[in-house]
């Protein structure tokens, strides 16, 4: 077996895959800053435990495949880095692990690694957990009760998200300017949309992610949530809320947008970030839990590769009628 430090293959989107992966690394170490000073050690302790579990999970696939070892590739650690911010802080430890290991095992390695696998692999992670424990997956402590969480997981008070409330029709108690710094019921790395955004502006500036898909996937969940409101308060109340609970705005800025999984044409872009914000929203209507943003993502990474295509045969078909209207007019 050999630990090679060279380049790993390029990813799309027109910067070597270094760059792309260490930048998401970086904004994701810095979303994760938060849920540390709210959550106390236990949250630094789930994220870390979750992004070596996730490399050591990937050393293993690399050892049983006979495959070489990437120290250049930081993408297990940023898939730990996502299943740990997108679970409650009070979440026990058994729970990341199985999430690490589905996303690193069956979802990301057997399909060739880093720039190969079809899905996203810290949504599949989560979404497997999901389905098997939501009981611990939408339980969240009581942020106002004070205080900092303890290592060892046990019972405690918990309560519902605004998700759940907005599930039920019922408005939040929280206000919306109160939800952009994320310190309210949620998973606990998703909902802090200031730090959200501003780590997205960084990925764009740098290239590392195309801006069409988050404001797509952001635009078609606003205009859903103002047609088809679940608050008495009407369209825009609905919009602020839908916005800012749970995790998609996590979902369509970080995890929507990763190149390995998104099209590749432009207009592809715009289609795909589209129908992610609106199936976001259908599961979160009609779907079995109070979030459906992993599930939406891997519904989207699904249909990728036929967004290009329907695009490119589009334009194909565009082209192929310009040349022969204009051969008629020649010919007339």
């Known amino acids: 077996m050999k630990l090679l430090e060279g380049s790993l293959r390029r990813l799309p989107g027109g910067r070597s895959s ?34 070596l579990l996730s490399f050591a999970f990937y050393v293993l696939a ?7 070892i990437w120290v250049a590739d930081c993408s297990p650690l940023i ?10 802080a009070n979440v026990p430890f058994w729970v990341v ?23 996203n692999p810290g949504a599949a992670g989560v979404a497997f957990v999901t389905v098997l424990w939501p009981q611990y997956v939408f339980s969240y402590y009581n942020m106002s ?11 405690m008070e918990t309560v519902p998200s605004p998700a759940a409330w907005l599930r039920e029709g019922i408005q939040p108690e929280i206000m919306p300017f109160e939800m952009l710094w994320g310190r309210f019921a949620g998973p606990m790395g998703a909902t802090a949309a200031v730090v959200i955004g501003a780590g997205t502006l960084f990925l764009i500036v740098r290239k590392s992610a195309d801006w069409r898909i988050p404001v797509a996937f952001l635009a078609a969940a606003a205009l859903y949530a103002a047609l088809f409101p679940r ?8 919009v602020k809320y839908e916005l800012l609970s749970g995790s998609l705005i996590f979902c369509a800025c970080y995890l929507a947008s ?13 289609m795909y970030g589209a129908l992610g914000g609106i199936l976001l929203m259908l599961l979160r209507n009609y779907g079995a839990y109070e979030q459906g943003g992993c599930f939406a993502i891997l519904l989207i990474n699904a249909f990728s ?18 040349k022969a209207l204009g051969s008629q007019k020649q010919n007339s």
């Open 231 to 238: 608050l008495l308060g009407g369209a825009v109340i609905s």
């Open 79 to 88: 898939t730990g880095a996502v299943i740990a911010l997108l679970l409650p």
């Open 62 to 68: 690399q050892l049983l495949g006979s495959r070489r």
């Open 145 to 155: 009760a004070g205080g900092t969480l303890p290592l060892v997981w046990r019972e």
């Open 258 to 270: 990763d190149p390995c999984t998104s099209p590749r044409t432009k207009g592809g872009k715009w």
């Open 97 to 119: 692990a199985v999430a690490d290991a589905f996303a690193i095992l069956v979802a990301k390695e057997p399909f060739g690694g880093t720039g190969h696998n079809p899905f």
């Open 18 to 51: 270094e760059g792309i992966l260490g930048d998401m690394l970086a904004v994701l170490l810095v979303t994760s800053v938060l849920p540390v000073v709210y959550h106390g050690l236990r949250a630094a302790l789930l994220i870390g435990g979750s992004m």
């Open 305 to 322: 590769p036929l967004i290009d295509r329907v695009v490119l045969y589009g334009r194909r078909e565009v082209l192929r009628r310009g």
